[in-house]
């Protein structure tokens, strides 16, 4: 399993833009697709992005269609959620995760790894 740990949450205006980072350890990180999901409070954990291994294959909830981003340096072993045109209702913490199989992740069932998470908080 890889090690995943977030960054680049924070408190923005809504209509404004985050990129998160999820930095992988290990030598294997483009063998795993990876995925960004998110939980608001009260609320369960959703999915959000998932990108496959090479990152050819790119997959999105409809709620960020058009707004977010997803992809990959494998070089650096780092995930990207580019996030544009931010609303309230994006507001949860988010989590990057990885697994051998992209249907996993799409799929969220996800028994790889998970990064601890990073607050994104849009104001209104």
């Known amino acids: 399993q890889v090690l995943l740990v977030e960054s680049g949450g924070g408190l923005v205006q809504a209509g404004g833009s985050l990129r998160l980072s999820c930095a992988a350890s290990g030598r294997t990180f483009s063998s795993y697709a990876m995925g960004w999901f998110r939980q608001a409070p009260g609320k369960e954990r959703e999915f959000v992005a998932a990108?496959?291994?090479?990152?050819?294959?790119?997959y999105y909830a409809d709620s960020v269609k058009g707004r977010f981003s997803i992809s990959r340096d494998n070089a650096k072993n780092t995930l990207y959620l580019q996030m544009n045109s931010l609303k309230p209702e994006d507001t949860a913490v988010y989590h990057c995760?990885?697994?051998?199989?992209?249907?996993?992740?799409?799929?969220?069932?996800?028994?790889?790894?998970w990064g601890q998470g990073t607050q994104v908080t849009v104001s209104s």
């Open positions: 990108i496959s291994g090479s990152g050819r294959i790119t």
């Open positions: 995760a990885a697994d051998q199989l992209l249907a996993s992740v799409v799929g969220g069932t996800v028994s790889g790894s």
